[in-house]
């Protein structure tokens, strides 16, 4: 029971929660929303059921290239589940989905269910066997932008101010910058497995240009536009790491998997220091 369990556990990625955590908490800045059932029912749902979807469905449909990646098996970047474990992720998905999403739609109506239906479409968008987003780069950066269905299912249950447009804005940078990170260290098991993707046609090096390319864009943004000097500086951070790695430490190689591991630590602690800030400051509700 306890490795059904386990596997189980694995399949949403507890290291991989951090986006969805940073996004519901986005738009609830400066809150106080401790004492509401709406926002621990949504804060519950933001972690495992709704990452159990987004990774059990890509999982399901990933089996081949997961056999290479020794990045799985893990809390930090998911499952590699056999064919038999696979096997009981439909209907385990339909479950879970079918409860959390009944719920919801009762609770917040006919918007909720336009919520779950772009966040399905683009779902099944990214998975779809052979032609999916996932193996046609650059489409699948674009899917990325379904976890941004976070901010407005967190404004209706929380009943929150509107989030700006330009804060969307970043937020789609931020997704892009996040995909393409976990493609740099994929891009081995990837090739092994001859799926496509925009880090794997690019190359080591030009993807870690473009990545470079964004984090700096976010952070002029930040510097320059929100005038947040402290998450700017954090980020600024993070961008004269990225030029170190690139031009200095591992420049052309691959991440080790004790690394990724140490990488994929760091990012959550960072995660969770800006989160606190972001809600704290409410910077990104402000422009």
Same mark, same amino acid.
């Given at each position: 029971?306890?490795?059904?369990?386990?596997?189980?556990?694995?399949?949403?990625?507890?290291?991989?929660?951090?986006?969805?955590?940073?996004?519901?908490?986005?738009?609830?800045?400066?809150?106080?929303?401790?004492?509401?059932?709406?926002?621990?029912?949504?804060?519950?749902?933001?972690?495992?059921?709704?990452?159990?979807?987004?990774?059990?469905?890509?999982?399901?449909?990933?089996?081949?290239?997961?056999?290479?990646?020794?990045?799985?098996?893990?809390?930090?970047?998911?499952?590699?589940?056999?064919?038999?474990?696979?096997?009981?992720?439909?209907?385990?998905?339909?479950?879970?989905?079918?409860?959390?999403?009944?719920? *919801?739609?009762?609770? #917040?109506?006919?918007?909720? %269910? =336009? +919520?779950?239906?772009? @966040? $399905?479409?683009?779902?099944?968008?990214?998975?779809?066997?052979?032609?999916?987003?996932?193996?046609?780069?650059?489409?699948?950066?674009?899917?990325?932008?379904?976890?941004?269905?976070?901010?407005?299912?967190?404004?209706?249950?929380?009943?929150?101010?509107?989030?700006?447009?330009?804060?969307?804005?970043?937020?789609?940078?931020?997704?892009?910058?996040?995909?393409l990170m976990g493609e740099v260290m994929d891009i081995e098991p990837d090739r092994k497995?001859?799926?496509?993707?925009?880090?794997?046609?690019?190359?080591?090096?030009?993807?870690?240009?473009?990545?470079?390319?964004?984090?700096?864009?976010?952070?002029?943004?930040?510097?320059?536009?929100?005038?947040?000097?402290? *998450?700017?500086?954090? #980020?600024?951070?993070?961008? %004269? =790491? +990225?030029?170190?790695? @690139? $031009?200095?430490?591992?420049?052309?190689?691959?991440?080790?998997?004790?690394?990724?591991?140490?990488?994929?630590?760091?990012?959550?602690?960072?995660?969770?220091?800006?989160?606190?800030?972001?809600?704290?400051?409410?910077?990104?509700?402000?422009?």
């Amino acid at each position: 029971m306890f490795q059904k369990l386990s596997f189980l556990l694995k399949v949403s990625r507890p290291g991989l929660w951090f986006p969805a955590l940073w996004l519901y908490f986005l738009p609830l800045s400066g809150m106080n929303v401790w004492e509401e059932i709406d926002f621990w029912l949504g804060l519950a749902f933001v972690t495992f059921p709704l990452n159990f979807i987004i990774y059990g469905w890509n999982d399901y449909v990933d089996f081949e290239t997961d056999q290479h990646n020794p990045r799985k098996d893990s809390f930090l970047f998911g499952a590699r589940g056999s064919k038999e474990e696979l096997s009981v992720l439909p209907i385990l998905l339909a479950i879970i989905q079918t409860i959390c999403y009944g719920y *919801f739609i009762w609770h #917040l109506g006919l918007d909720a %269910v =336009w +919520l779950f239906a772009i @966040l $399905f479409l683009v779902l099944l968008a990214y998975n779809f066997p052979k032609k999916g987003f996932r193996n046609t780069p650059p489409l699948e950066l674009f899917a990325q932008f379904g976890y941004l269905l976070v901010v407005p299912f967190s404004m209706m249950l929380n009943e929150t101010p509107e989030v700006p447009w330009l804060t969307y804005g970043y937020l789609v940078l931020f997704a892009i910058q996040s995909q393409l990170m976990g493609e740099v260290m994929d891009i081995e098991p990837d090739r092994k497995a001859n799926r496509k993707t925009t880090a794997t046609q690019l190359g080591l090096k030009k993807t870690k240009i473009l990545i470079i390319g964004i984090v700096a864009f976010e952070v002029g943004l930040l510097f320059f536009v929100y005038r947040d000097f402290i *998450f700017g500086g954090m #980020l600024a951070m993070g961008l %004269v =790491w +990225l030029l170190l790695d @690139l $031009f200095w430490i591992f420049k052309n190689k691959t991440y080790t998997l004790f690394e990724m591991k140490l990488f994929g630590v760091g990012t959550n602690l960072i995660a969770l220091a800006s989160m606190i800030y972001v809600w704290w400051s409410g910077v990104l509700m402000n422009v």
